[in-house]
C-alpha cells in the first residue's frame, strides 16, 4: 500500500509538469533577411551620395535692367474705420431689409447698435444704403440715418447697388 501511495504521488507530480505553461522559445533571427536589409539600405544610402564625374553647370549672370525713377503718386488715403450701426430712434438694434424700401420689404435682420458692418454700396434708392448683413453675411438695405459712416469714408467708391 505505502508503494501505491508513491506510485500515485509520482504519477501526479509528472501530469502537472506536463500541464504547466511552458517558458517561451527564443525567436528564431532571420540571419540572412537581416543582412539583406541592411545591405539594401547602405547601398540606397551610398548611391544618393555617389561622386558624380560631371561638373555642375556654371551659374549665367546677366546685367539687371537699369533702373529708372519714375515719380509715384501716393494713393489717397482710405478709411479703415468700419461703418457702424446705429438706431436713430436710441433703440438697440436697427432694421435691415432685403430691399430699400421698408414698406414693400421683408426684415432680413434686426443688427446692433454700434456693430462694425461690411459696407457694401449706395442704394439706387436716396437714403438708403447696401451692407453685409453680419449674421447672415448676405446683402442687406439699411436707412442712411442708421449708419454711422466715418467723415474719411468715401461712399462715391462704392458702386451703385439695385436689387
Known amino acids: 500500500m505505502y508503494h501505491l501511495l508513491l506510485y500515485l504521488i509520482a504519477l501526479t507530480a509528472i501530469l502537472l509538469g506536463a500541464c ?3 517558458a517561451p522559445a527564443a525567436p528564431t533571427v532571420d540571419v540572412a533577411g537581416t543582412l539583406s536589409v541592411e545591405l539594401a539600405s547602405m547601398m540606397m544610402t551610398q548611391t544618393v551620395a555617389a561622386y558624380s564625374p560631371t ?18 503718386v501716393p494713393p489717397a488715403p482710405v478709411s ?25 420689404n421683408k426684415l ?11 459696407f457694401v454700396g449706395m442704394s439706387s434708392v436716396a437714403g438708403w444704403y447696401v451692407i453685409m448683413n453680419p449674421y447672415f453675411h448676405t446683402k442687406c438695405w439699411i436707412e442712411a440715418k442708421n449708419l454711422i459712416l466715418d467723415p ?7 458702386p451703385t447697388v439695385t436689387r
Do not use: N
Request: aromatic letters at 10%; one cysteine or more; charged letters at 15%.
Open 20 to 22: 504547466a505553461p511552458q
Open 55 to 72: 561638373p555642375p553647370p556654371s551659374p549665367t549672370f546677366t546685367a539687371a535692367p537699369p533702373v529708372t525713377e519714375t515719380p509715384t
Open 80 to 104: 479703415t474705420i468700419m461703418p457702424k450701426v446705429m438706431e436713430a430712434g436710441g433703440s438697440e438694434y436697427a432694421p435691415c431689409y432685403l430691399g430699400p424700401v421698408a414698406d414693400g
Open 108 to 118: 432680413s435682420s434686426q443688427i446692433s447698435s454700434y456693430k462694425d458692418v461690411e
Open 152 to 158: 474719411s469714408f468715401d461712399v462715391s467708391a462704392f
